[in-house]
Antibody, heavy 121, light 110 residues
């Protein structure tokens, strides 16, 4: 069974940093691109970043580019999101999601349960 | 303001057919595949439709997707109480070089 478990969410002050993790199990992690998607409380979904299977290609939404960095460690079946210079508007539930486009044409076909980041003084 | 436009709400009685629209532009829906997600209250989103009209295994055939030009729609036929949820469309946007989501549509079963 595919499982994605996010961790690292916390209450932080504006301007500070935070690192989120997503641990995968139940599938060959290194064969899949991965993404981070966030959802502010009571609002919709926003894609913020993606990374290819071999970390060779990364992409970011304009709202986080230059502040957030996505990375992965295939040996540890883990995906990361380093978040710097956090702002109040970064407050959201952060999900990691699997990409299966090359194989099945499905994207975001599995999601974690999310980890909550709150940015407030 | 979301790149893909969805109506904020839709409703129907049990057994009815409900349709949700998703409007975009040439750089996203116009040239790329459209995806639909269902988010039940308090849970993570779930892939409902991929490649415009394909259902993952386990998704009932009451859910169907279509795309024409720069718009797409999700239809739920034989509406059931358990279909009460938020529904989101998504597509890759070539101009933004990123994935874009619609603002979401809350479906209420009356």
């Amino acid at each position: 069974e595919v499982q994605l478990v996010e961790s690292g969410g916390a209450l932080v002050q504006p301007g500070r940093s935070l690192r989120l993790s997503c641990t995968a199990s139940g599938f060959n992690f290194g064969h899949h691109a991965m993404h981070w998607v966030r959802q502010p409380p009571g609002k919709g979904l926003e894609w913020i970043s993606g990374i290819s299977r071999d970390s060779g290609t990364t992409g970011y939404a304009a709202s986080v580019k230059g502040r957030f960095t996505i990375s992965r460690d295939n040996a540890k079946n883990s995906l990361y999101l380093q978040m710097n210079s956090l702002r109040a508007e970064d407050t959201a539930l952060y999900y990691c999601a699997r990409d299966d486009l090359p194989s099945s044409g499905k994207n975001f076909d599995s999601w974690g349960q999310g980890t909550l980041v709150s940015v407030s003084s | 303001q979301s790149v893909l436009t969805q109506p904020p709400s839709a409703s129907g009685t049990p057994g009815q057919r409900v349709t949700i629209s998703c409007s975009g532009s040439r750089s996203n829906i116009g040239i790329n595949n459209l995806y639909w997600f269902q988010q039940l209250p308090g849970t993570a989103p779930k892939l409902l439709i991929y490649r415009n009209n394909q259902r993952p295994s386990g998704i009932p055939d009451r859910f169907s997707g279509s795309k024409s030009g720069t718009s797409a729609s999700l239809a739920i036929s034989g509406l059931r109480s358990e279909d009460e949820a938020d529904y989101y469309c998504a597509a890759w946007d070539d101009s933004l070089s990123g994935w874009v989501f619609g603002g979401g549509t809350k479906v209420t079963v009356l």
